[in-house]
């Protein structure tokens, strides 16, 4: 059986085995086994690398998404407070599970581990 990308698995928040059985059993916990493959998902640790990323992703675009609406509109600092608070949250709320899912998908791909000495 031909495994999936670990992207389109990790975006979709699907098995990184099989591609069919969710990831996650809520907002980002992941669940203990694939519904579909019953592949046990211990492994999965990503740490804290998919909120390192959506903040790399994510503050650019409000950023420039900033500059370029105080340029064209010149709105009062408390139109911007309300502009890009929410517009922040919603964005890394959003992007948090399909990254956890493609770092994931990405750590059993290449058979990852936590070191051992």
């Not at 990184?16 to 980002?28: A, I, T, W």
């Not at 790399?56 to 911007?80: D, E, I, S, T």
């Amino acid at each position: 059986m031909a495994l999936p990308s670990p992207f389109v698995a990790g975006l979709l928040c699907r098995c990184p085995r099989c591609g069919k059985g969710p990831l996650f059993n809520g907002y980002l916990k992941v669940a203990p086994r694939c519904s579909a493959c019953d592949l046990d998902l211990a492994f999965a640790d990503s740490g804290d690398g998919p909120a390192i990323f959506v903040i790399f992703l994510v503050a650019p675009v409000v950023v420039l998404l900033a500059l370029v609406v105080g340029a064209l509109f010149n709105p009062p600092p408390l139109v911007h407070l309300m502009l890009w608070i929410p517009t922040t949250i919603v964005l890394s709320l959003a992007l948090l599970p399909p990254f956890k899912g493609v770092l994931v998908a990405l750590q059993y791909r290449n058979d990852a581990h936590e070191g051992h000495q």
